[in-house]
């Protein structure tokens, strides 16, 4: 899996392989038949019993048919409205949080917030990414640290590119709907080998950023470093579509958490998991957008 949130995950990952040899790849695990063998007579307390239930009368049967349906709340598994109530909240506290410091944080002060905001999210990044049990607190704090750091730093590409901030937000919608209409509807299916290359080029992406990185704190390399110019716009496009080939592993990895029925609490950690690939997402749209709006001041 490419999104570490998922692909460390237990219940979001691909199962491990329990009980029979040949246990499905991508399915729930199996486990040995619990019920007696044909002909063997079952065992006291033994799963599956027969002598162990009592016969039920009629008034019982018409009471247990009157009963309401099990809801959520009684069976505490996750759905996918749960996923969508708790990414729509994380989304909503992003953008108040981010409109906060963009409009209320005095400028001199930016790059403070946008550091103090960068390193508080990929702390609280890493530690939500590898705690098995999701933390609602240390997610919420991680949104409220992100908001800052995208505040600020939608701040300063908006005053080298004006309107980079609109164009980008509306590209990250429009990548979001493609790509869940694309999973939707079947037309791009996550396989084993979707998932290996994906990781591949993800690696060779995060190696060529570092080298970027490195190149410009430096000294040798200045703007963009090495997505200056076409070359810049080729790259921005390419992680544009690694960020979207993500959103569809994330979508996999959800689907296969609620038909195995996992906690409903593990949609505070799938709604995490969204919420980083599409910050992603829309930091890679916002350095396209201008990278491309600097040819024209050229």
Do not use: H
Request: charged share 15%; glycine share 12%.
């Amino acid at each position: 899996m490419s999104n570490p949130v998922f692909s460390r995950s237990d219940v979001f990952g691909e199962p491990r392989r329990t009980g029979a040899a040949d246990a499905r790849r991508g399915g729930t695990a199996t486990y040995p038949n619990q019920t007696p063998a044909y002909g063997t007579p079952p065992q006291a307390g033994q799963y599956g019993q027969y002598g162990g239930q009592q016969p039920m009368d009629a008034s019982d049967l018409d009471a247990m048919y009157q009963s309401p349906s099990a809801t959520t709340a009684d069976t505490k598994r996750m759905t996918y409205d749960d996923v969508i109530i708790k990414t729509g909240g994380l989304l909503a506290l992003l953008v108040v949080v981010a409109a906060a410091t963009w409009t209320l944080v005095p400028r001199p002060m930016l790059g403070v917030v946008m550091i103090v905001g960068l390193i508080g999210g990929l702390v609280l990044g890493l530690v939500n990414a590898f705690k098995r049990n999701p933390s609602p607190a240390l997610i919420v704090a991680y949104t409220v640290f992100e908001g800052a750091f995208l505040g600020a730093i939608s701040l300063m590409y908006n005053q080298i590119a004006d309107g980079a901030v609109w164009q980008a937000v509306l590209g990250t919608a429009s990548v979001f709907a493609v790509s869940l209409f694309l999973f939707r509807s079947g037309k791009v299916r996550v396989t084993p080998k979707f998932t290996r290359w994906l990781m591949f080029a993800l690696l060779g992406y995060a190696l060529f950023s570092l080298i970027n990185f490195v190149l410009l704190m430096t000294g040798v390399l200045d703007g963009f470093g090495m997505r200056n110019g076409p070359i810049g716009v080729i790259v921005g496009l390419v992680a544009v579509g690694l960020a979207a080939a993500s959103l569809i592993v994330d979508f996999d990895s959800i689907k296969r958490g609620v038909e195995a029925g996992v906690p409903a609490k593990m949609a505070w950690a799938a709604a995490f998991g969204l919420l980083v690939t599409l910050i992603w997402l829309y930091l890679e749209l916002l350095r396209l957008v201008t990278i491309i709006s600097s040819f024209g001041s050229d």
